[in-house]
Structures are given as C-alpha cells and as structure tokens.
C-alpha cells in the first residue's frame, strides 16, 4: 500500500483517511482511487456484489 500511495503521491495525512474494502489480506477496492485486477468485472463474471458508500461530513454510509 505504501508504494501505491507514494506512486499517487497521497499525503501521509490523507492515507489515514482512505477506505479500504478487502477480503483477508486482499485488497479488493482503494475506495475513490482504484480496483484490483483480481477483482474486476469481466464477461465470465457471474456474481456482482454492489457496495455504496457516501460520505456525510466526517462519517461514511455503507
């Protein structure tokens, strides 16, 4: 994660404050910055799952 962060030069300030959604130790979505490749939808695809999150203020809705 840090070499993603460093190459999207995101201040440290800011990494503490980034979504992560994961499946054990995989990282799935960088919320607001990138999908895995492992995890995109493709055309054998059979189930999607579908997460929204908003943010209200300093508080995120899933």
Do not use: C, H
Request: hydrophobic letters at 35%; charged letters at 30%; aromatic letters at 12%.
């Amino acid at each position: 994660m840090k070499d993603f962060f460093i190459d999207l030069k995101i201040p440290k300030k800011t990494r503490e404050n980034i979504l992560l959604l994961a499946e054990g130790k995989n990282i799935i979505w960088v919320v607001g910055y990138r999908t895995s490749d492992n995890y995109k939808i493709e055309d054998s695809t059979e189930t999607i799952l579908y997460v929204n999150i908003t943010r209200q203020g300093n508080n995120f809705e899933f």
